[in-house]
């Protein structure tokens, strides 16, 4: 538990190999410095909850992170579950990728997130930048809401799997796909669910889902000419 006044962090905590489950408690754990938060690696698992009854918790990044992964960092074969409270906050300089989040995914093994609560909110990154959510690894969303630019990396590795109530949106480009990048969707979403989509070709297929339920889902970020 986060204790009442909140956390300050001067470095960056390190989930090595081990599983910890966070709980916001409603308060806030800052960053302080131009680093991560958190950096999970080697098969570490870090859970990240809030058991407050408005879910007011926050995981807060401040400053420009010169590596990749402004606030968090999911390494090879390691896991975020992200069940409650807010990230935000964090980015990273010329080069790197992921303003909030990076995911990294190579022949070891993905990181993987699971999204099924809380929310992730982004600020003015673009796509040089890997967007705030940067997959190279594995995103699986069911519930919760990501309020930024989502960029996955091209190839096979990365992947994003959509279900339930699943939300990107929010922003002006909210799931920024590379020319030819499939995301797949399971099952019949819900009425909640709801996913920004920019394709980088302009138009084309973005999923093999052929259930037509699941079409009021997505929405073109170009509303104009879309």
């Known amino acids: 538990y986060l204790p009442e006044g909140g956390l300050?962090?001067?470095?960056?905590?390190?989930v090595n190999g081990i599983h910890v489950t966070l709980c916001l408690n409603?308060?806030?754990?800052?960053?302080?410095?131009?680093?991560?938060?958190?950096?999970?690696?080697?098969?570490g698992e870090l859970t990240i909850c809030d058991c407050s009854e408005h879910e007011t918790g926050k995981v807060v990044a401040q400053g420009e992170n010169k590596e990749n992964g402004g606030n968090i960092m999911i390494g090879s074969k390691s896991t975020l579950n992200l069940q409650g409270g807010t990230i935000m906050g964090g980015s990273v300089k010329d080069g790197?990728?992921?303003?909030?989040?990076?995911?990294?995914?190579?022949?070891?093994?993905?990181?993987?997130l699971n999204m099924t609560g809380g929310r992730i909110v982004g600020g003015d990154a673009d796509v040089a930048t890997g967007g705030d959510v940067y997959i190279a690894g594995t995103l699986n969303i069911s519930g919760g809401q990501i309020e930024g630019m989502v960029v996955p990396a091209g190839g096979a590795l990365s992947k994003i799997n959509i279900s339930a109530g699943a939300k990107i949106a929010g922003k002006e480009t909210n799931l920024y796909l590379p020319a030819g990048k499939l995301i797949n969707v399971d099952g019949i979403l819900?009425?909640?669910?709801?996913?920004?989509?920019?394709?980088?070709?302009?138009?084309?297929?973005?999923?093999?889902?052929?259930?037509?339920q699941n079409a009021g889902a997505f929405t073109a970020d170009d509303h104009e000419n879309y």
């Not at 300050?8 to 390190?14: F, I, M, V």
């Not at 303003?99 to 022949?107: A, E, P, R």
């Not at 819900?190 to 037509?212: H, M, P």
């Open 190 to 212: 819900e009425e909640s669910a709801l996913i920004g989509v920019t394709l980088a070709s302009g138009s084309g297929t973005f999923t093999q889902d052929t259930d037509a």
């Open 26 to 43: 409603g308060q806030t754990l800052t960053g302080k410095t131009a680093n991560r938060t958190f950096f999970i690696l080697n098969g």
């Open 96 to 112: 790197m990728l992921g303003d909030v989040i990076n995911i990294v995914g190579n022949t070891a093994g993905n990181g993987v």
């Open 8 to 14: 300050n962090l001067e470095g960056r905590a390190t």
